[in-house]
Structure formats: structure tokens, C-alpha cells
């Protein structure tokens, strides 16, 4: 059994920064496209960025230059680092992971909240 574990979440002020991480556990072999989803109250859930196993980048408009998705393949791990945060930013963020042998899994969540 794999779990997909995330942490990093909290109340930060408008223009401050944060940093998720999101780590895997279990029998995993090997881990594919790692993403980070978002939804906020109200809204549909929604991709905020993504990285292949290589390292290749894609991120929504929204998010382009203010947050950078990174990964550590040896330590099964995704991390999300958000800058210049904005109170539309607040919603709750889900790692996901698509492993060759597992298919794909998600998250439970983490909240980040935006607000002075």
C-alpha cells in the first residue's frame, strides 16, 4: 500500500510565501508525473503545476512566476513553493502522483489560507 502525504499548509498574510511538500510512502517502484491541484471554496478543482519525472514544468497562467514546483525522485517527494501570495490563492492544495505500478493517487489535502 502507498499513502501520499502533504504538509506545508497554514494562514500566511497577502505577499507572503509558503512551501508544501508532499511525500510518498509505501512499496511505490517508481513515480512518474507528480502534480499539485488546488480548490477553492466554491470552485472546481483545478491544476496548479506539474513536473515530470525528468523535471519538466508546467504551470497554470495564474501561478507563472510566483510559484515553482520541484521534486526529489530519491526521497519520493514533490514540493510546491508559493511567493507573493494572494488572498485568491486560499483554497486547499492536493498532491497528486502517477506511479508505474500503482496508477495514480491523490492526496488528502492540505488548506492554505491567504489573509490579513
Known amino acids: 500500500q502507498v499513502q501520499l502525504v502533504e504538509s506545508g499548509g497554514g494562514l500566511v498574510q497577502p505577499g507572503g510565501s509558503l512551501r508544501l511538500s508532499c511525500t510518498a510512502s509505501g512499496r511505490i517502484f517508481r513515480i512518474n508525473d507528480m502534480a499539485w491541484y488546488c480548490q477553492a471554496p466554491g470552485k472546481e478543482l483545478e491544476i496548479v503545476a506539474a513536473i515530470t519525472r525528468g523535471g519538466i514544468t508546467t504551470y497554470q497562467d495564474s501561478v507563472q512566476g510566483r510559484f515553482t514546483i520541484s521534486r526529489d525522485n530519491a526521497k519520493s517527494t514533490v514540493y510546491l513553493q508559493m511567493n507573493s501570495l494572494k488572498p485568491e490563492d486560499t483554497a486547499v492544495y492536493y498532491c497528486?502522483?502517477?506511479?508505474?505500478?500503482?496508477?495514480?493517487?491523490w492526496g488528502k489535502g492540505t488548506l492554505v489560507t491567504v489573509s490579513s
Open positions: 497528486f502522483a502517477n506511479y508505474l505500478v500503482h496508477g495514480v493517487q
